[in-house]
């Protein structure tokens, strides 16, 4: 069986520095690694996808992520916050069969203070 | 387009009523999939569609139901609702292949 972990429930950065939201996964085969943002009262977003080729993805927003098969991990970036990046982050993997499941970690809330 | 619609927004139902949750998507998705969304658990797969015609259950399938008799309608059945269905559920499509999903903007639903 798939799973996504994502261990900190919260993180806190100030505005313009870099931020960080973990994400370790565990798959059978090749990973499909999504990051998805959700604002308050919306439906998700998506930000970036890792399928295969280069470890370092970039997305939208000005966020990437960065692919590590053997810790495997897809922690998300961002070189300078906004405090309009402040949301919950949602890291999802989808296995490699036909049907494609999702697994959704239990998110991570990002606050970006003045 | 306007990509994945859902109705109601918001819905109050008292245990044991039953009710339709819908979706709709306007870009030819094959995949469309229901879930979840409780505090601290993330998302939860419901249902999910691979086509016209063809469903399967996803993590927690116990007391919704679901068809899927065109590529752009599935709707969400809950037979006789129960408080443990208080939550908030989200309908999402994607293209075959490895393609990111598409979410609705979400039902608010609480039972009591």
């Known amino acids: 069986a798939q799973s996504v972990a994502q261990p900190e429930d919260q993180v806190n950065v100030a505005e313009g520095n870099p931020l960080t939201v973990k994400c370790t996964y565990s798959?059978?085969?090749?990973?499909?690694l999504f990051w998805y943002v959700q604002y308050p009262n919306r439906g998700l977003q998506f930000l970036l996808k890792?399928?295969?080729?280069?470890?370092l993805v970039k997305g939208s927003y000005g966020f990437e992520a960065e692919f590590n098969k053997s810790q495997t991990s897809f922690h998300l970036k961002k070189p300078s916050a906004l405090v309009s990046d402040s949301a919950l982050y949602f890291c999802a993997v989808r296995d490699n069969t036909n049907a494609g499941k999702s697994t959704f970690g239990d998110g991570t809330t990002l606050t970006v203070k003045p | 387009n306007a990509g994945v619609t859902q109705t109601p927004k918001f819905q109050v139902l008292k245990t044991g009523q039953s009710m339709t949750l819908q979706c709709a998507q306007d870009?030819?998705?094959?995949?469309m999939s229901w879930y979840r969304q409780d505090p601290g658990m993330g998302l939860r797969l419901i249902h999910y569609s691979v086509g016209a015609g063809i469903t399967d259950q996803g993590e927690v399938p116990n007391g919704y139901n679901v068809s899927r008799s065109t590529t752009e309608d599935f709707p969400l059945r809950l037979l006789s609702a129960a408080p443990s269905q208080t939550s908030v559920y989200f309908c999402a499509s994607r293209e075959g292949g490895i393609h990111e999903q598409y979410f609705g903007p979400g039902t608010r639903l609480t039972v009591t």
């Open positions: 870009m030819n998705h094959e995949y």
């Open positions: 798959v059978s085969g090749n990973p499909y």
């Open positions: 890792y399928i295969t080729g280069d470890n």
